[in-house]
């Protein structure tokens, strides 16, 4: 269960300690859990719950976080995120350290219940999150929200429920584009990078027949046979992960005319343009060469930076 640091007995040193420690985890600000209990939508929702003033409705990443979409980018999820709660009627706001609050106008038909816990829909916060986060991170709050199973007409449907609102030139120009079978953030923050360059778009989650299975290839030009893939820590790291990988790649390179290049985030998020040279690099390449590769001349992996 979930608790309030200030409830427990304990100083905030001593709870930072339980924390460096690995016995507890901070959800938010002043709501902690053991860390070796289960995450569900039933925690998530009684630790919202204790921060989440009457009348308030759940809103934007954390409305994301109860419907099991979890957004925080990277470099945050070592900081406490706030709770997102917004009042729907005039004068309505959360006073509270760790809540960002206000007034949101909306009506019923975007407010459902979690557990007990009011939160705007997935297609409303969908919308919201289009709208309201910077670029990158909203493209990939859109392709996690079609992946989640909200429909793609519905979206596009939505869009022009926000005209004059703040973002809508945003969400208009991405609720087109968006993908569901995008499989991961980085994976759609690649893809939107790789549009703003102007190259041929491609294609999210390609299939390629293995032995006995189908692979997935992260974003590929099938008519170049070209694609690129990326690494996170999360589910690359472990040796198993790396071998997996490694065993994968060579039977492509080996037996498909398939050039993948492979990308991690020191690459990707590294505030410079080298994913987008490596990508002008890499194309340019593929061009050249994939006479020969459909021809059967022998396929190679490029290393990844």
Known sequence: MPFMGRAS??????????????????????????????????????????????????????????????????????????????????????????????????????????????????????????????RERAFAALDAFLHAGVDKDDLLLSVERFRGMRGVCQLRAFAPLADGRAD????????????????????????????????????????????????GEEFHSRECDVEHDRERREWMRDNTPWVIEVIDKHTLFNGTNTYEHKLRRGITEARRTVANRVRGRRWFIMPGE
């Open 184 to 231: 991961s953030p980085p994976e759609s923050i690649m893809r939107l990078r790789w549009l703003d360059t102007g190259l041929p778009a491609p294609e999210p989650q390609v299939p390629v027949d293995g032995p006995g299975t189908t692979w997935f290839l992260d974003l590929g030009l099938e008519g170049l046979y070209y694609a690129m893939e990326y690494d």
């Open 9 to 134: 007995g304990l100083n905030p040193r001593q709870l930072q300690m339980l924390v460096d420690s690995g016995h507890l985890r901070r959800l938010f600000r002043e709501v902690y859990v053991g860390a070796d209990t289960p995450d569900t939508l039933g925690l998530r929702a009684r630790a919202v719950a204790m921060v989440l003033a009457p009348g308030a409705v759940v809103t934007d990443v954390t409305a994301a976080w109860l419907h099991g979409i979890d957004l925080l980018p990277a470099r945050d999820l070592d900081q406490v995120p706030d709770v997102h709660a917004f009042h729907t009627g005039k004068g309505g706001f959360v006073a509270r350290s760790g809540v960002t609050s206000g007034q949101r106008m909306m009506p019923d038909s975007d407010i459902t219940e979690l557990e007990g816990v009011p939160v705007t829909t997935l297609l409303r916060t969908a919308c919201d999150l289009g709208r309201l986060l910077w």
